[in-house]
Structures are given as structure tokens and as C-alpha cells.
């Protein structure tokens, strides 16, 4: 499918704000409105983002209303989700994938917003964005990397890796040219095997993840294994993984030796520890969008700009 890249965001734009997720407070509602209208940019709440369904911010039907109707008024230039959380996925059936993609808008977001971004990826061919939610903690680094991607787009963006993160690692070096396919692990995981499954083929491959054990990631990873396979991708660039190392005491392969069971065997590019996941210094993915990931220089270029 032929890529649909949205309109780059100007200062002054509205925003609509949404949780196709886990819910929120006003809190996070209050952090998610400064954050963005630090960056010059107006915001709108969805009309059913205060609601609470267990665990969720309202049922299926509201949460689905909510993003519709952003993606449907003519004054909203940006969707951006308050957090992630759970509950994307039920939504996926629900979409109208035409509307959307008859009116293409920046979608924001990562953690369980990476649904979203494969599915409209493959529903769609729309450009998406996995970055900072609304009420992320934004550091400098990070809005650079938004600004730069969303806002100032160029032909050739290289996006050199946070100083404030620890050092990348270097499984296999290289360097590999590949669309821009991923997201969180679980739901990467969650997905493979449905209508809306990462493409590995020749693809950068990039994946993060969040207070998982080590036997966890090692499953999720041979899950994607055993569905797609690592050797069809062009690379395979991890992010940080959060708090997954194993608990003091117990019997269990570190983080890194986990993962290098699924890198070590392939004979292209993969890094881990890349300035993406759930961590504040974090750099702004347009999903399918092509780049070039060098290891030598710890380096991903995004070779087109990802707004028009």
C-alpha cells in the first residue's frame, strides 16, 4: 500500500487529545496540555477522555468515538494519546480504517499505542508516530527529536543516540537500509498472526519494552521468532528495556543474555539499547517510514520526510 504521509504540524495547530487506552486523571490531562503547549500548539480534549471502565478510559464505543471524531474534524492537525496503558487492541475491528485515512493527521503516541501504529500502517498506509505520549516527562532531547521529525522535516534526519541514556550495545555491526516497522514487544507479540501483524520483511525492526522478566522477553521474542522470523528483517535494533532484568537472588539469565540468544544467530545488523522505550530521553519513530541504521556511528537516518 501506497504511503500516506500527514500534514507537518505549524505553531498554533490544535491538538486533540485522546485515551484509546488505559485511563487517566487530571493530573496527567494537566502535564499532557502543558506538554504540548510548550511546543506552541493548541489542545483539545476528547469528550470522553475522563471516563473509567475498569482499567480502561471507557468502554470500546467511547474510546472509539473519541478517536474518530478527532481524525474527523477539519480543525484537529494532530492526535496525540495522554498515555498508553492497555486496551488498544480492542479497538482494531472497531476502526473505520477509510475515515482515517481520508483524512491523514499526525497519531502520536507508544507503550499500547503501538496497535495503533501497525494497525494503520496496514490498513491504512498511513505514517504514524511512535514517540512521547502527552503526559510523558519531555526533556530537551526529546523535543528536539519531535520538533525535528513533526515539525521541520528534512531529507536526510540523523538521529544520534541521547548522551543521558546508557551506551548502546552492538550485537552484529553494519549498516542496513529498511522501513521503519515495531513497537512495544507484547503487543508486537499480541499482534503477530492477526490482520494487523508487523511486516518484518526488510525492515529495521525496532522493539522496547517495560518491567518484564527476562523469561518473558525470551517468550515474546520467540513467539515473534516462530511467526516472522528475525533473519527476514533487514536489522533489528532493540530500544532500552526498563526495569527488565530478573530479581536479585533468583536463577535467571540477565537482559542481555536474553535477547543475544534471538541476535547473536543472525548475520545482520542488531543493537540494543537505542534512546526509544519507556524512558524520558527518547527519539520520535515515523512507522514505515524508510531509514538507515549504522552501527559504527550509532546512528538512524530517516531518509524522506516523514509530514508533508
Known sequence: MRLIKPPRLQPGD????????G???????????????SLGLRVRLGDNINYVYGNYAGTVEQRLADLHAMFRDPEIKAVWAV???SGCISLLEHIDYRLLRAHPKVLIGYSDITCLHLALLKQCGLVTFHGPVGSSTFSDYSVAQMRSVLMSPQENYTIAMSADNPPPRTVHGG???????????????????????ADFKD?????EEVNE???RIDRMMTQLQLSQGYRNAAAVMLGIFENCEGADGESALSLDDTVDQHLLPLTRPAVAGYSF?????QFTLPVGLRARLDTEQQTLTLLEPAVS
Request: glycine share 12%.
Open 23 to 37: 485511563h487517566t486523571n487530571d493530573a496527567a490531562l494537566a502535564e499532557a496540555v502543558a506538554n504540548i503547549e
Open 213 to 215: 522478566e527476562p523469561y
Open 277 to 281: 522505550g519507556h524512558i524520558r530521553h
Open 203 to 207: 525492515a529495521i525492526l525496532y522493539l
Open 83 to 85: 498515555r498508553g496503558g
Open 175 to 197: 549498516v542496513a537500509t529498511g522501513r521503519l516497522i515495531g513497537g512495544n514487544l507484547s503487543l508486537v507479540a499480541a499482534l503477530a498472526g492477526t490482520p494487523y501483524a
Open 14 to 21: 490544535l491538538v486533540g487529545l485522546i485515551a484509546p487506552a
